[in-house]
C-alpha cells in the first residue's frame, strides 16, 4: 500500500476533506447532530450524498437541519430518529427503530456528549457524563455491530477530545484502581471542574481501541478522534468558570466547520480503508496528543469493556 501523505492542516474545513467523494449508497447514523460540530458533520456527509440518519434528542430542532439541508440539496436523504441517551431503553428503542428500516449501516458517528449535567444520575442510576458519554455509546454500538459487520466494510467513527489526556490518573495505580476513577458513581463529589467529562473522553479512547480489536477483522474500522478546540455548548453547566476556560480558548478554537474536519475525514475518506484503531487530530493520526500510557493498555481497556458490559447485562435482565 503506498504511503498516505498529509493533505490537510487544523484550519482545514470538512468540506475541504469530502472535495470529490462522493457517498451515495452509503448510510451513516450520527448521534448529537443538533449542535456543536455534529450539524456540520450531518450536513456536510448529506450534501455529499450520504444517507443521513440523525439521532437526537431534540425531534423540532433536527427537523429544522433536516429542512436546511434539504434546501442546499433537494434529493438530500435525511431521516431522524429519536434518542434519549441517558435513558439505555430509549437507546434500546432507537437501534430498533434503525435496524427495522432494513437500512444498511457504513458509517456509526458518536459524536453526541455532555458535560456538567444539571440532572447528575441517568434514568438507570449512572452518574450522567459516564452514562451518556460512554455507556449509552457502547450499548448503541453493540446493538448495532451485527448491521455494521453485515455493510462492511464500515466505520465506527468516536468523538472524543484532547481532554482524555488530562485526567490526573496516576499511571501507577492498579488496574482496579483506575477503573474505580473512571466508572464513578452517581453522587460521587467531582474532583475538578470537568474531570468526569476527562474521565468519559478516556473512556472513548479506550472503547474505541478495545472495539478495533474486536471487531477489525470483521470488516469494520474503528476511529477516536479529537476535533480541536471548539465554542459549543459543552460547558454551558459549569457557570463562570466555564465560561473562563471557554473566553481563554476562543483565540485557538475552529469554526464548526473546521471542527467537524477530522470526523468526517475518519467517516469518508477512502485513505483510510485499511486504518484502523488509531487516534486522530486534525485529519490526521500522527497520535502527538494521545495519552497512550493509559489508552493503549489493553488490561484497562478490557477491564472497562467488562465493566460496561456487565453493567448492560444486568439492564437487558431486568426487563426494563
Known amino acids: 500500500m503506498p504511503e498516505r501523505t498529509r493533505r490537510f492542516k487544523s484550519c482545514s474545513t470538512a468540506e475541504n476533506v469530502l472535495k470529490g467523494i462522493d457517498l451515495t449508497g452509503k448510510t451513516a447514523l450520527i448521534t448529537g447532530t443538533n449542535s456543536g460540530i455534529g450539524i456540520e458533520t450531518a450536513r456536510s456527509l448529506a450534501l455529499h450524498g450520504a444517507h443521513i440518519v440523525m439521532a437526537n434528542r431534540n425531534i423540532a430542532a433536527s427537523e429544522k437541519l433536516r429542512d436546511e439541508i434539504l434546501a442546499e440539496r433537494s434529493d438530500a436523504k435525511v431521516d431522524i430518529i429519536s434518542i434519549e441517551l441517558s435513558s439505555l431503553k430509549s437507546v434500546k428503542s432507537a437501534a430498533e427503530e434503525f435496524l427495522s428500516k432494513g437500512w444498511p449501516l457504513h458509517m456509526l458517528i458518536l459524536n453526541a456528549g455532555v458535560n456538567s449535567a444539571p440532572q447528575k444520575s441517568t434514568e438507570d442510576g449512572l452518574e450522567t457524563t459516564y452514562g451518556v458519554n460512554h455507556v449509552a ?7 448495532l455491530l451485527l448491521k455494521l459487520q453485515e455493510s462492511a466494510p464500515s466505520r465506527v467513527v468516536i468523538v472524543s477530545s484532547d481532554l482524555h489526556a488530562r485526567t490526573g490518573i496516576d499511571e501507577r495505580l492498579s488496574v482496579e484502581e483506575k477503573l474505580k476513577i473512571l466508572t464513578p458513581v452517581a453522587g460521587t463529589k467531582e474532583p475538578g471542574l470537568i474531570s468526569f467529562y476527562a474521565y468519559s473522553k478516556l473512556c472513548a479512547v479506550l472503547f474505541a481501541f478495545g472495539l478495533h480489536r474486536r471487531v477489525h477483522q470483521s470488516g469494520v474500522n474503528v476511529y477516536v478522534l479529537h476535533p480541536g478546540v471548539i465554542k459549543t455548548g459543552l460547558l454551558r453547566n459549569t457557570g463562570m468558570a466555564g465560561k473562563v476556560i471557554q473566553f481563554v480558548g476562543t483565540p485557538f478554537s475552529k469554526s464548526l466547520e473546521q471542527g467537524a474536519a477530522t470526523t468526517v475525514y475518519c467517516a469518508a475518506d477512502p485513505q483510510l480503508a485499511d486504518i484502523s484503531g488509531k487516534y486522530f487530530q486534525d485529519a490526521w493520526d500522527d497520535e502527538k496528543g494521545l495519552q497512550a500510557s493509559l489508552a493503549r493498555d489493553e488490561a484497562l481497556q478490557d477491564a472497562l469493556w467488562n465493566h460496561t458490559e456487565q453493567f448492560l447485562k444486568q439492564f437487558e435482565s431486568s426487563g426494563r
Open 137 to 143: 455509546q457502547f450499548y448503541l454500538t453493540q446493538l
